[in-house]
């Protein structure tokens, strides 16, 4: 995937992760970057076209693919984290953990794969996707869930060309991270780290040590690796 020529929609675009992605696709010579957000008015990136969009919303995501029918390039940001376990959680806010991190990334690539022959899909993962963390099960079991959909349409747009890439990063730093004391990753190091992997071709991007290390551990005990977890 060549980002240079490129028209990129990226959700979740208002902050973060999102808004650092819109801002390095226009550096590296996307001619045209859809920023979308629930709320246009906070998208404040120079040289990008504002959309609304929930991902959560399906006719939302109807209207957004319509508008936005040149896309060549899909980068499935948006996400929450509600801080809720499985047992003892909240099953709505479990709920909202699939619907935005699951189905919503589903739902948009349904709807932007008609334009996407030849083009690319690049969505955002977690290390979360590989192990589970008390106080963020939700939140892991709905990225483990995105790690198996985004296999699984690589394989389905296989015979359309359109490339597939899975980032998974730790913890970067992020108003999503705002409460986490522990090391942190710069949103422009992990932004840039995808966009390298996405136009070298790669089908997962493992944009720092953290994500390094767990996914390294899952050809091991599981058990070891908890029990390092616990002990740290």
Do not use: C
């Amino acid at each position: 995937m060549q980002i240079s020529g490129s028209i990129a929609l990226v959700t979740g675009a208002n902050r973060g992760l999102g808004k650092q992605f819109a801002t390095d696709l226009l550096a590296r010579g996307a001619t045209k970057v859809y920023a979308t957000a629930r709320r246009p008015d906070l998208i404040d990136i120079p040289g990008v076209v504002p959309l609304q969009l929930d991902v959560t919303v399906p006719a939302s995501i109807a209207a957004a693919a319509e508008a936005a029918a040149d896309v060549t390039l899909l980068v499935n940001n948006a996400g929450i984290a509600t801080g809720h376990n499985l047992i003892t959680g909240d099953l709505t806010e479990i709920r909202r953990e699939l619907d935005t991190h699951f189905f919503g990334t589903l739902n948009m690539i349904r709807a932007f794969a008609p334009t996407l022959p030849g083009g690319a899909i690049l969505n955002v993962l977690s290390a979360l996707s590989w192990f589970s963390y008390d106080g963020s099960n939700a939140y892991a079991a709905a990225k483990a869930a995105a790690w198996s959909l985004t296999n699984g349409v690589r394989l389905e747009l296989a015979a359309q060309q359109t490339q597939v890439t899975g980032l998974h990063l730790g913890m970067a730093d992020t108003d999503m991270a705002a409460g986490y004391q522990g090391p942190k990753t710069a949103p422009a190091a992990i932004v840039a780290a995808a966009l390298d992997g996405l136009e070298a071709g790669a089908a997962e991007v493992l944009a720092d040590d953290w994500s390094r290390q767990v996914k390294a551990s899952l050809a091991h005990d599981p058990a070891v690796f908890y029990a390092a977890m616990t002990a740290s």
